[in-house]
């Protein structure tokens, strides 16, 4: 039963463009909600969060929208980047007291040149 | 400061060999994490130590065991390995349990 869905596997997008990368959850416990980003043969890298009490954080290029009543949620990078060339996870957290986050299994984002 | 490190970087083991993942952390967090990664599949929570002295299974933990030795210090034990076990293992600190900060990963094979 996975409580975290990232049904995209891929997404290929021209430089300067948006990427949009998208994230469904189940659990209604969920209260907070995070991306990681993933190049290959390192670990995930926090790259920004929001809690459920919001439905948009910003930092710099990254925004990611919540929306509670659907159990979605969306990461925006504008300008894209090359560099921006990563695999991107979903994580979810706050359903149990160890505080463990929840991860989708990831959408490959290429930002062609 | 080099924030969470993790060793080995590689191993190739055989099948009932044992082995020990080693994590430490200089980012004095009280939580530790270890994880494993599949193809095509998301992070998956072996065991979590809330704080030193504390450990608990997470979702996958058959066949692992761990050890909080100090606050610094997680480390995951295989104590005989299987070829379901291949996986990159990732250690992960937190320190008010929710924004996890995450090592470079181990890579391990059991043939």
């Known amino acids: 039963d996975q409580q975290v869905k990232q049904n995209s596997p891929s997404l290929s997008v021209q430089e300067g463009r948006i990427s949009i990368l998208n994230c469904d959850y189940t659990n209604s416990m969920f209260d907070y909600f995070l991306w990681y980003k993933k190049y290959p043969a390192e670990g995930p890298t926090f790259l920004i969060s929001i809690s459920s009490i919001k439905d948009k954080n910003e930092d710099g290029r990254f925004t990611v929208f919540l929306n509670k009543s659907a159990k979605h949620l969306s990461l925006h990078i504008v300008p894209s980047q090359p560099g921006d060339s990563a695999v991107y996870f979903c994580a979810a957290g706050g359903d149990t007291g160890r505080r463990a986050l929840t991860f989708g299994s990831g959408t490959r984002l290429q930002v062609q040149p | 400061n080099a924030g969470v490190t993790q060793t080995p970087k590689f191993q190739v083991l055989k099948t009932g060999q044992s082995m020990t993942l080693q994590c430490a952390q200089d980012?004095?967090?009280?939580?530790m994490y270890w994880y494993r990664q599949d193809p095509g599949m998301g992070l998956r929570l072996i065991y979590y130590?809330?704080?030193?002295?504390?450990?608990d299974k997470g979702e996958v933990p058959n066949g692992y065991n761990v050890s909080r030795l100090n606050k610094r210090e997680f480390s995951l034990r295989l104590e005989s390995a299987a070829p379901s076990q291949t996986s990159v293992y990732f250690c992960?600190?937190?320190?008010?349990?929710?924004?996890?900060?995450f090592g470079p990963g181990t890579r391990l094979t059991v043939l």
């Open positions: 130590s809330a704080s030193e002295g504390t450990t």
């Open positions: 992960a600190t937190s320190p008010e349990g929710r924004t996890q900060y």
């Open positions: 980012m004095n967090h009280n939580s």
